[in-house]
Every structure is written in structure tokens, then in C-alpha cells.
């Protein structure tokens, strides 16, 4: 293992998906993952969360081996080209391109295969010793598989039997709740495997989940697992995070004399973001905006839970009215505003999320003109 590991374990007390999915939740993005046994090292190659390469170092693990095995090219002609890359320093697949025995069509096909059989046996390891460790920038190869990793983890889940582990896992669990509304699904995910991404989405009761599902018990278990591992439902309710550190633009400390009033001081911030995200994005900023207010509605006090934005982006003042209309100001007021500005900070980090760190900066600074 290499110095640089930032997380090792052992197989099988991890599975294989489990440290594709360490990835994913640690945000690392960029890493190699080391797979140890008696007889072997495999290394993959993470590259903005996905898999780009995997490099063996079991002599019996070469491409040269796997075209012998596999009997791609002829033993003499392959022979022919290992001479030939021995003595000029070329590698194995340009050897053979250069002696006319494959096309490029057939170099691009014979190394992706090689790379999926070594991902396979990693993917079919049931021992030995794994690690997470810093990216490798001194290797780079041409030819990768560019799989996401939760494609790869769904792979796992639909191919190989994790029933055991997955009845373990959910005997003491009762709820489960959504840290992603939207999520970006793998391109191959089925309709039925979405199904049970909209029930989390709908209810948090598990038994519940269960019983509405066109699944059996132990598909629907599968995929909310599924979900778990790539971080878009948990099991366990966190309490709602400051997205952002407090800035200047925190009005928490400001008096307001009523909920009118700390109504109207927060639209206008509410509607600056939103006309800052429609000249950028066009249209599909009041999804953005009104899925942030969705990510964090359940942790939100009681008379902001059905909070909703307008055509401008500001919150419906009426219909929250309404709700604090019986509420004495004085004795709410605290906890309204401080409602208000965890909304302020999903909408804030809705910014930086789809326009990046310089339009946030903007935007902090016009809050901060906005006042305190």
C-alpha cells in the first residue's frame, strides 16, 4: 500500500461497492484505489469520480496475456509484436498496430476488454486488503474506460448477491430520508429502479416504501441500498448545515418589527438571486431555486415548511402569512428568521453549485449592499 492511503480496510468486511462508495461521499474525486492480495496489486484510476483505468502488476495479468488467453491474434504474430516492443521501447498495442496485425478500431477494442476483465476480478474479490489513496498524476493512459461510479456500483447491486449484507444493514432501520433531491442518475438505471427513487422521495417510513412498491422486499431494499451508496438517501436525519459560514450579508442580528417586515427584507435578496440565475441559466432557475427550498422544507420551522416562490423568485408572502398570522411575533421571531436565512443559504449554495464560486462571491456582495 502506498504511504499517500487515506482510508484502507479489508475484504469482505467491505464490499467492493462500499469503497466505490467512499469515494463519492468523501468528495475526493480524484484517486487510486489499491486492491491487495497474495497475489496481486491492482491499482484503479478515480478521475472526477470516474473509472478511468486499472493497472495490474501480475505478470499473468498483461494484455499481452489476455490476447494469448483469449486468443485475439495468432501466438506467432503476437510474439512477433512482444519482440519487436522489447527491442524498440514501443508499447504492445502500437507494436501491433505498426505491423499491420490490428486496426486502431481492433487497439481501442482489445484494451478496453483487457480493462474490463481486470476490473471484473477486482469487482469478484471477496478478500484481501483495499486502499484510498492520492492520485497518481505521474501515469496517464489514452485508452480509458470513463465509467462513473455509481454506473459501476449499480452493476454491482443488479449483478452479484449482497442480499445478506442488505438484510443486516436495514434489520434496525425504520425511516429513510433524502440528502439529493435531483440526483444525477447513471444513464443505464432502469424505470423500476427510478420507482423506488420516487417513493423515498414520497415517503420515509420503510415499511411503508415497502409496501407501496411493484418490487419484492428484497429488490426495493437493493436499490434503496443502492441509494445509499451513492449518497442520495440516508438513514440517519442530519440536522440542516450551514452551507455557508455567516458573511456580512446575515441579517439574523437585525430587529424586524414583524413578520411582514423580515418577509419583505429577505425577498429582496431572494429576488436578486433569482434574476442572477435566470440571465445565466434562462428558465430552469425557478427548478433550481424551488428544489433548494425542497432539499431542506422538512427541517424548516413550522410556518416555513410550505414555503414557495413566485414568478420573481420571491417567497409567497400570503401563504406564509397565513400560517404565522396566530403566531406572536415576538416570542417567533428568532426562530422565523433564522428560517429565513437557512433558505437564504440553500439558495446561496444553489449559486455556487450551478454557476460556480465567482458568481457567489458576486452575489455575497450584493447582499451585502442589500443590508444589515
Known amino acids: 500500500m502506498d504511504h499517500s492511503v487515506k482510508l484502507k480496510g479489508n475484504l469482505p468486511e467491505t464490499t467492493v461497492p462500499e469503497v466505490f462508495s467512499?469515494?463519492?461521499?468523501?468528495?475526493?474525486?480524484?484517486?487510486?484505489?489499491?486492491?491487495?492480495?497474495?497475489?496481486?496489486?491492482?491499482?484503479?484510476?478515480?478521475?472526477?469520480?470516474?473509472?478511468n483505468f486499472i493497472y495490474s502488476d501480475d505478470a499473468g495479468s498483461t494484455l499481452y496475456e489476455y490476447l494469448k488467453i483469449n486468443s485475439k491474434i495468432k501466438e506467432a504474430d503476437l510474439d512477433k509484436a512482444k519482440s519487436v516492443s522489447e527491442g524498440n521501447g514501443l508499447r504492445l498495442g502500437k507494436s501491433l498496430v505498426e505491423l499491420n496485425l490490428i486496426d486502431y478500431k481492433d487497439l481501442w477494442n482489445y484494451i478496453t476488454s483487457h480493462q474490463h476483465q481486470l476490473l471484473d476480478t477486482i469487482c469478484n474479490s471477496d478478500s484481501g486488503e483495499y486502499g484510498i489513496s492520492e492520485y497518481r498524476e505521474d501515469m496517464h493512459e489514452n485508452i480509458t474506460l470513463d465509467i462513473p461510479l455509481s454506473e459501476m456500483i449499480l452493476n454491482l447491486i443488479r449483478n452479484h448477491d449482497y442480499s445478506g449484507l442488505i438484510r443486516k444493514k436495514f434489520e434496525m432501520v425504520e425511516k429513510v430520508f433524502l440528502k439529493n433531491r435531483n440526483p444525477e442518475l447513471p444513464k443505464n438505471?432502469?424505470?423500476?429502479?427510478?420507482?423506488?427513487?420516487?417513493?423515498?422521495k414520497r415517503y420515509r417510513d420503510l415499511d411503508l416504501i415497502i409496501e407501496k412498491s411493484e418490487l419484492t422486499e428484497a429488490d426495493t431494499?437493493?436499490?434503496?441500498?443502492?441509494?445509499?451508496?451513492?449518497?442520495?438517501?440516508?438513514?440517519?436525519?442530519?440536522?440542516?448545515?450551514?452551507?455557508?459560514?455567516?458573511?456580512?450579508y446575515s441579517s439574523v442580528n437585525i430587529s424586524f418589527s414583524s413578520y411582514e417586515e423580515a418577509l419583505k427584507h429577505y425577498n429582496l435578496k431572494f429576488e436578486m438571486i433569482f434574476k442572477l440565475l435566470s440571465k445565466e441559466i434562462g428558465p430552469v432557475a425557478m427548478s433550481i431555486l424551488t428544489n433548494s427550498i425542497d432539499d431542506i422544507r422538512d427541517n424548516l420551522p413550522v410556518f416555513l415548511k410550505d414555503a414557495d416562490i413566485d414568478k420573481n423568485g420571491k417567497l409567497i408572502e400570503k401563504k406564509i402569512l397565513k400560517k404565522v398570522w396566530y403566531h406572536d411575533y415576538e416570542n417567533h421571531s428568532a426562530e422565523f428568521v433564522r428560517g429565513l436565512e437557512e433558505l437564504l443559504y440553500a439558495q446561496i449554495f444553489a449559486v455556487k453549485k450551478n454557476l460556480g464560486i465567482e458568481y457567489e462571491n458576486q452575489i455575497l456582495k450584493w447582499l451585502k449592499g442589500i443590508g444589515s
Request: aromatic share 12%; net charge positive; hydrophobic share 40%.
Open 22 to 51: 467512499a469515494v463519492i461521499k468523501s468528495d475526493i474525486n480524484d484517486c487510486n484505489l489499491t486492491f491487495l492480495n497474495r497475489s496481486s496489486l491492482k491499482t484503479v484510476f478515480v478521475k472526477d469520480n470516474h473509472i
Open 189 to 200: 438505471i432502469f424505470p423500476y429502479e427510478k420507482h423506488i427513487l420516487k417513493l423515498c
Open 221 to 248: 431494499l437493493r436499490y434503496i441500498y443502492y441509494f445509499i451508496l451513492v449518497d442520495v438517501i440516508s438513514t440517519e436525519k442530519t440536522s440542516i448545515k450551514k452551507r455557508l459560514p455567516e458573511h456580512e
